[in-house]
């Protein structure tokens, strides 16, 4: 191939150019991936050796986020690049999930996918051209992996889709999608609406099936032309005796352990059985040891779909479409700002609200345009939840994507911020887990803003829908738990309100789903979010009329952007005396608004009143006491606000002829006077109405 070779794509009126072997020699396989002023580097690497000991595909996936590539220089004391931002994880996780299921069983070699983001043009998203390139890098690469996967992102505005939207039209659309698949097949999905309905949903994601087989397409002629030779992966399975005699001893065992319905047992009896087939099989060596495992893990695995497939039996005895047993409950913790509790099942989850100031809004450094953000949803899940004796780690990327997928199903409810001018913080601690805890997040988030007062315009929840396939056909399993997530197909998370969809996510560990088992899926969302909604109304149906008082009462209104360095003062010393006397939280934005936060309402009309009075601007008509500075033969000078002077000539003393201004006021006199009119120099004409020195 010669170097650096380059192929071109007019892809929805815009040119998609990938160079090959330009750069990045060492790479197994890598390409530069551009659209207008996008440009994104992707190397795939991998290990020679596999790992050993596993029976999973030891891959990793970052996205680096350049400040460079977007003219900025980074913050922070270092100022360079640290570790992955939200933003970078979440992408990483994007590129993966479509990949990882199309990887060849038995592979247990390390892979890394490691995509930078070089310059980063508005107009054209990143994820889409990331996601491209690491499908083809793959496929050029020797790494084992032979099989393209298109993606692109689908919005909607005024009726009309668009592929692969600008930052511009996604502000004004109803739905950021993320669909990527192949030969027909979806294989992932990543969304955020403004409570959009199904049927316009699916529409989308049908819409975006054509233009993945583009991308497809275009890939599968780069890797025609290059003809990449792959890696052998090794088979690992166990000689047929050996097979025979792990299989014969652990079937029976295996039957009897998921005899048990309730997970906690279960899980007593599963430490027991591990040990047993550690015991028999202790002889042999580590190697040997680990096929056993994943050979054990199988038996497990075919076993549960066996009794759903063929019995109808879901591990805990559920039929296919029931949802697990609900119970709410919200104001359990007396002193923060909103909290519930959401327990479905064995599933539980704790949240809780904290509402501030704006200045307690997220700074975000990325390479988004967005600086801040308003709305904060934190998941956290420690190991008791799951029964483990653990140390406590930081969020993992597990967590920062759950988060995140609380966070883009609650945005479309919440009041604007000029109607509820407060940062807003939610945070969901898993209390005990038994799948689907990130959907039982965003339910208990919805207690806990209705708990604290906050105005969502609707309550959101979710539900997680498994699939496991057998053949042609589709079992349909709503509101999986662990296990039926652990051993199934997929994990479709749609969340919503009653009027429509505000996010979903969904995952497979198949080559794809076709459009149609994709619709039933929905349809089996849609009922069991329902449920689930009128399942959370009987403990609370709206946000509750006020906030907690323990909340931050936040007052807001705008000043003269000119007067913003008055209020602020020298060094801050103005704005610092008036927290200081008032212990009142003050924000002014460059705009002019000034929100004042105190939980004492006397404190805030304090705080209120010294700012006003500092920006107050003198008006024509108006009356005002104020003290005279100075007098002069044609007049006296009058301070009628703090740093504004007017005059009163001398023919505007009195209604009779004066001689000299001393005969009417002193220096120093209170006096009440009319302001007449103000020039186009500011100097601002007075007449006396009264001398309230003199008058007492």
Sequence with gaps: MELGKTWQLNFCGKNISINIGKYCYMSSGTCLVSCGDTTIMVNATMNKEAKEGIDFLPLSVDFEEKMYSVGKIPGGFKRREGKATDKGILVARLIDRPLRPLFPKNFYNDVSIVVTAL??????????????????????????????????????????????????????????????????????????????????????????????????????????????????????????????????????????????????????????????????????????????????????????????????????????????????????????????????????????????????????????????????????????????????????????????????????????????????????????????????????????????????????????????????????????????????????????????????????KVKGVSFETLKQAFQKAYVGRLHVLEEMSKVIKSPRNSLSKYAPKITSFKINPDKIRDVIGSGGKTINRIINETGAKIDISDDGLVQVATHDESKAKMAIDMIKTIVAEVEVGATYEGVVTRIAPFGAFVEVMKGREGMIHISKLSNVHVDKVEDIVSKGDKVKVLVLKIDEKHRIDLRLLENLTRGK
């Design 119 to 508: 310059s980063i043009d508005p107009e054209v998203p990143a994820e889409p051209l990331a996601m491209l390139g690491s499908s083809l890098a793959l496929c050029i690469s020797e790494i084992p992996f032979d099989t393209p996967v298109g993606s692109v992102k689908v919005t909607c505005i005024d009726g009309k889709y668009i592929i692969n939207p600008s930052s511009d039209e996604l502000d004004r659309s109803e739905f950021d999608l993320i669909v990527s698949g192949l030969d027909g097949k979806i294989i992932m999905i990543e969304a955020g609406a403004r409570q959009v309905s199904d049927d316009k949903i699916l529409e989308a994601i049908n819409f975006a099936q054509e233009y993945i087989e583009v991308l497809v397409d275009f890939q599968r002629k780069i890797i025609g032309e290059i003809k990449p030779v792959k890696f052998q992966v090794k088979a690992s399975e166990l000689d047929q005796n050996l097979t025979t005699e792990v299989t014969s001893f652990a079937q029976s065992l295996i039957n009897q352990l998921y005899n048990e319905l309730d997970r906690k047992k279960r899980e007593v009896l599963e430490d027991d059985f591990d040990e047993k087939i550690k015991q028999k099989f202790s002889n042999y060596p580590y190697d040997i040891q680990a096929k056993i495992q994943t050979l054990v893990h199988g038996l497990k695995r075919e076993c549960v779909r066996e009794r759903i497939i063929q019995q109808g039996n879901r591990p805990d005895g559920r039929k296919f479409d029931d949802i697990r047993p609900i119970w709410c409950e919200v104001g359990v913790l007396p002193r923060v700002h909103g909290s519930g509790v959401f327990t479905r099942g064995q599933s539980q989850v704790l949240t809780t609200l904290t509402l501030g100031t704006m200045r307690e809004a997220q700074e975000l450094d990325s390479i988004d345009e967005e600086s801040t953000n308003r709305y904060m949803h934190h998941y956290n899940m420690p190991p008791y939840a799951t029964g483990e004796a653990k140390p406590l780690r930081a969020p993992g990327r597990r967590e920062i994507g759950h988060g995140a997928l609380a966070e883009r199903a609650l945005e479309p409810v919440l009041p604007s911020e000029e109607d509820f001018p407060y940062a807003i913080r939610t945070v969901s601690e898993v209390l005990s887990s038994n799948g689907s805890t990130s959907q039982a997040s965003i339910c208990g988030s919805t207690l806990a803003l209705m708990d604290g007062g906050v105005p969502i315009s609707a309550p959101v929840a979710g539900i997680a829908v498994g699939l496991v396939q057998d053949n042609d056909k589709d079992i349909f399993l709503t509101d999986i738990q662990g296990l039926e997530d652990f051993f199934g197909d997929m994990d479709l998370k749609i969340a919503g309100t009653k009027q429509g969809i505000t996010a979903i996510q969904m995952d497979l």
